[in-house]
């Protein structure tokens, strides 16, 4: 098996303030493997406030060892054992997954969707707009034209004004997340009523991601669903995400790739979970791998190619074999 690495940096249409934090950029690094005469591209977002950095990556690169057999089985029990050897760097296995998925579907003539049995998803993602003022997020409306609804980044001082903002220049629908930025119950229970009569979808990740009994609390009361992010990042955190939550959030980079994530998804929905497919602002290569998967979730959140304006993979058709890498990757020694 042939391995290269490339590193690039995406910058973002805006500079992306959540409760915690914000960054204009995102880092990130691609994955090429060729094995048989076959390529494949994987793709890491390193997310600043997430703990994987390109080290990882490479480290997990020089473990690999060739493919014996192209099949989804082999495939799960190889990534598997993959995860299991680098439990604490999802997000990197994850793009050695997306890699290995696409190969296997060019060897079959076939979809990744369809490897799983699924159809194609045809739903619309929301568009993110991040804590901001009232003239930036005019632009980024505008900027969007084709968006049929958007998804506010909130925390519990800026959540009236955000929402009066959208209100005064947008009419259409949209959904709000915290990201951790409430701490106060009664506050986000308010809140929860006056979302349910604005007619808004859901409610994500109000308090701290280990905040079970608040989020629980709160999900007793909620006319609206609440949906963990944060307070999930594998298919073992089901149980408890059940009892404390409505619905979940599921992205490559948590679970660990398309396999975990299909997992997911699937027992989350026979849980009676609402499900949230998401991303991690990958570019359009991320968001292609994950929305194979699009018919397990109630809605989907890949609006990476929108939020990153130097998307290295626009235009390029991934559902083809690339051999050269896209204009401004950067190689990086193994």
Known sequence: MNIRLFTYELTLRQTLQLAHSSRATTPAAYL????????????????????ERLEHLKQIAKSLSPVQEWSLGYLADYLQKLRATFPDFPASVAAVDMALHQM???????????????????KPSSFTIGICSKEEMKQ???QAPQAKYFKLKVSEQSMAKMIGDFMSVCLKPFTVDANQ???????????CYRLNGLGVAYFEQPFAAADWEAHQWLKERSPVPI???ESFQTVADLNQVKRAFHGVNIKLGKCGGLAPAYQSLRQAREAGLKTLL?????????????????????????????????????????NQPLPTPPAGLAPVNL
């Not at 977002?45 to 997430?50: K, L, V």
């Not at 359009?284 to 699009?294: D, E, T, Y």
């Not at 809605?299 to 998307?311: K, M, P, R």
């Open 140 to 142: 980024l409306v505008a």
């Open 278 to 318: 998401g991303c991690m602002s990958e570019s359009s290569l991320g968001m292609g791998a994950a929305q194979n998967l699009g018919t397990l979730a109630d809605w989907v959140d890949l609006d990476g190619a929108w939020l990153n304006t130097n998307d290295p993979f626009t235009e390029k058709d991934l």
């Open 181 to 191: 930025g409430f701490a106060d119950r009664s506050k986000a229970l308010d809140w």
């Open 104 to 122: 296997l579907a060019f060897k079959q003539d076939k979809t990744i969707a369809a490897l799983y049995n699924l159809m194609p998803d045809t």
């Open 32 to 51: 090429q493997l060729e094995q048989d005469r076959t390529i494949g591209w994987g793709e890491v977002t390193f997310i600043p406030y997430r703990t």
């Open 227 to 229: 949906i963990a992010d």
